[in-house]
């Protein structure tokens, strides 16, 4: 007879960043917003401790807590004063033997890297805007335009403003100038594709469902080049883009669109190893998708696409929030059934 494991209401470790350095209107936001988290999964039966990291030393937040006894929802986008630590907070968890939300160090590492994700999708078939980097301004030779110029290793929107978009290649090479000085990392150039842009959320280990499509909605009004999700649209609320791009949900799309949507939109999910949930942004034009980006450990704030493609799917927040924690908790199960074997061979014997 074997061991049965149970772990009923295993404790939840919320663990988000507090940078001290943030000023208090914003340190009282993301305390809102992560109690709004905690008192969701608590509701599920499952205690909960909010764990702020407001340093770079994560053992002295988490050396009292043992792995075993706990699931850790990985809220944390990185270590204070640690410039591109998401995934560096992922590898201590790895390191130490926890267990967590979300994707693991290695695909949080790989999508920080934008050539490589466009160079994975290329080889995998994966339809994705034509591309290129550059790690000086002389050496392009680049003659598709309109194009857009992001820095090749920042999230967020971070870098895409309006004039990110340029028409000439004087235009371009001032742009790509710009990004490597500011960023000091190579500029990505990609075909910008003037069409429809869709944020796809799916979730799941093995079994993944694509939730409702969310298309952004740019006013009317909106010059050309400027139908752009831009860092201001996404987290500066007076600015105009952020106040005029509308979410619409269920995006107006065919059951053929539907089809080829989830189908690549699985494909970037399984080719990156997203664990848990991810958000894929693209762009449809005359008919074809193209990613523009992978997003492991999306936003997942009540307020965002993702959690109003899920309500529209019927599930509440807390709906949402339980499952994740559901599914770190079979992979935790799995692991102290592993441990156990040593014991369940010695009791046989």
Known sequence: MGIEICLPEIPILILYNLDPKWSAQEQEGVIEVTSQVGQAISVTGHPTTLVPVKSSDLDSVLSDFNPLDYIIFNWCEGLPGVPDSEP???????????????????????????????RLLDEAGIPTPRWETFEKSSSV???????IVKPSREHCSEGIHRNAVVRTETRLKNRIRYVIKRFQHPALVEDFIDGRELHISLWGDGDIEMLPPAEMEFPPFEEQYGRVCTYESKFVPESKQYRNIKTVLPAPLSENELTDLEQI?????????????????????????????????????????????????????????????????????????????????????
Not at 99 to 106: E, R
Not at 141 to 147: C, D, L, S, T
């Open 88 to 118: 560096i907070v992922a590898e201590y968890l790895e390191q130490h033997h926890f267990t967590f939300t979300g994707a693991t160090s290695a695909t949080l590492q790989l999508a920080a890297d934008k050539s490589r994700v466009k």
């Open 265 to 349: 939109c699985k494909a970037a999910y399984l080719l990156m190893e997203c664990r848990d949930y991810a958000r894929i942004d693209l762009r449809m034009k005359d008919g074809h998708f193209y990613i523009l980006d992978i997003n492991p450990n999306a936003d997942i704030c009540p307020d965002t696409s993702t959690i109003a493609a899920a309500e529209l799917a019927g599930y509440t927040y807390k709906d949402f929030l339980s499952r994740l924690v559901s599914l770190a908790a079979q992979r935790h199960a799995k692991r102290i059934s592993e441990l156990a074997v040593p014991v369940r061979r010695f009791i046989s014997n």
């Open 141 to 147: 030779n680049w003659k598709h335009f309109p194009a």
